[in-house]
């Protein structure tokens, strides 16, 4: 049973590309969330998704910062224009009903550097 | 002032000791209270989970919820290397969002 897989784990990007990061939940869950963690911080909710909905954004930044999660695919977050203080590792989590006494399962993060 | 306070440490204790983590917050819709370990450069990993007050025993971790105090442990016996990581207490109000600590680093020393 393959647990939330994210790619690419190592992202560098340069000031004002793109970058994406794909994160696939555990089978059977239809719930994602992503977090990002600072260097000697806690995580940080950015976005709650089910498929083919954004149930909550208010952890992400309006500018730059989107996030999708389609019918079929993987679930998405795409920061346009990076800056350096974008530089994180980002998270995502699943669960399979996004009801209040389940948990949430993490990925291995992507480890996003700017340069 | 944050929601959730927990000690960075680093936290350094011999092998074989109880080490005593512990988080305190400032809500107290708070409901549901969760420790996750979190190895260096990989993902958080679930430890424990309870949503009332008291004690809950897993092996060697056990968690303590004071809701009358605003305050949350987790207690490792007989400690051993594997167990140094970063330690995260989270908890929610229900629902899904989820409040994280920054975390304690704990080293535990062969």
């Known amino acids: 049973n393959a647990g939330v897989m994210q790619n690419p784990r190592h992202l560098v990007r340069r000031r004002g590309q793109e970058a994406r990061l794909r994160c696939s939940p555990m089978k059977g869950h239809s719930h994602v969330y992503w977090y990002r963690q600072l260097p000697e911080e806690g995580l940080k909710f950015m976005v709650y998704l089910q498929k083919e909905n954004i149930i909550d954004e208010s952890g992400m930044p309006k500018e730059r910062f989107s996030a999708e999660f389609p019918k079929e695919g993987p679930s998405i977050l795409r920061i346009q224009q990076v800056v350096r203080g974008d530089s994180a590792a980002y998270f995502c989590?699943?669960?399979?009903?996004?009801?209040?006494?389940?948990?949430?399962?993490f990925g291995p993060g992507t480890r996003l550097l700017v340069l | 002032q944050k929601e959730v306070e927990q000690d960075p440490g680093p936290l350094s204790v011999p092998e074989g000791a109880i080490v005593s983590l512990n988080c305190t917050y400032s809500n107290s819709a708070f409901q549901y209270f969760m420790w996750y370990r979190q190895y260096s450069r990989k993902g958080p990993e679930l430890l424990m989970y309870?949503?009332?007050?008291g004690n809950k025993e897993d092996g060697r971790f056990t968690a303590q919820v004071d809701k009358s105090s605003k305050y949350i442990s987790l207690f490792i016996r007989d400690s051993q290397p594997s167990d140094s990581a970063t330690y995260l207490c989270a908890m929610k109000k229900g629902g899904f969002k989820t409040i994280f600590g920054a975390g304690t680093r704990l080293f535990v020393k062969a």
């Open positions: 989590a699943s669960s399979p009903q996004g009801t209040d006494q389940e948990t949430q399962y």
């Open positions: 309870t949503y009332s007050s």
